[in-house]
T-cell receptor
Framework: ETGVTQTPRHLVMGMTNKKSLKCEQHLGHNAMYWYKQSAKKPLELMFVYNFKEQTENNSVPSRFSPECPNSSHLFLHLHTLQPEDSALYLC???????????FGPGTRLTVL | QKEVEQDPGPLSVPEGAIVSLNCTYSNSAFQYFMWYRQYSRKGPELLMYTYSSGNKEDGRFTAQVDKSSKYISLFIRDSQPSDSATYLCAMMAQKLVFGQGTRLTINP
């Protein structure tokens, strides 16, 4: 679990708040990912970064804004979220785009 | 039709039983097949990784891939209460696609 860390582990926010999720990988990987995991649904890929460049955005609403300042850090900025955005947000990394992905512990987000 | 189908369960078996978890898929472009285990309040951790059709064994775990039937399985022998978790199948073509996950409970 120490390979990919995420903070905070739990977050409760109102619909008008602005908050950020942080992910850090200590594996020397080049690709990083944000996933959303909701109850009774498969993991949903949100964003992909490869060598700090965003290579995929799976039609994610603009209230989610990713940032990748370097290949070890990934952020997800949140603003004006909806209650249906409550979920577990998982960060993952892989050596390259088509390699095995390693996951962080996730941030449990609740939007009131 | 979903690209990957996985029975969400829940599945409950007694300790020591052999567990069989399965996924079917529709995209013949999938080349890499994985099983992840996810404990409550944790992220998924990679359990098994296979590329070709056939079996791959690691301790009590065996991953099986049948590309002709588009069907993959994970077998757990001598199941333990510590195996209780959600098991996610995942498959890779250009991107990783996950099944819904099967929630497994091993009863002492």
């Amino acid at each position: 679990e120490t390979g990919v860390t995420q903070t905070p582990r739990h977050l409760v926010m109102g619909m008008t708040n602005k908050k950020s999720l942080k992910c850090e990988q200590h594996l020397g990987h080049n690709a990083m990912y944000w996933y959303k995991q909701s109850a009774k649904k498969p993991l949903e890929l949100m964003f992909v970064y490869n060598f700090k460049e965003q290579t995929e955005n799976n039609s994610v609403p603009s209230r989610f804004s990713p940032e990748c300042p370097n290949s070890s850090h990934l952020f997800l900025h949140l603003h004006t979220l909806q209650p249906e955005d409550s979920a577990l947000y998982l960060c993952a990394s892989s050596q390259d785009r088509e390699d095995t992905q390693y996951f962080g512990p996730g941030t449990r987000l609740t939007v009131l | 039709q979903k690209e990957v189908e996985q029975d969400p369960g829940p599945l409950s078996v007694p300790e020591g039983a052999i567990v069989s978890l399965n996924c079917t898929y529709s995209n013949s472009a999938f080349q890499y097949f994985m099983w992840y285990r996810q404990y409550s309040r944790k992220g998924p951790e990679l359990l098994m990784y296979t590329y070709s059709s056939g079996n791959k064994e690691d301790g009590r775990f065996t991953a099986q891939v049948d590309k002709s039937s588009k069907y993959i399985s994970l077998f757990i022998r001598d199941s333990q209460p510590s195996d209780s978790a959600t098991y996610l199948c995942a498959m890779m073509a250009q991107k990783l696609v996950f099944g819904q996950g099967t929630r497994l409970t091993i009863n002492p």
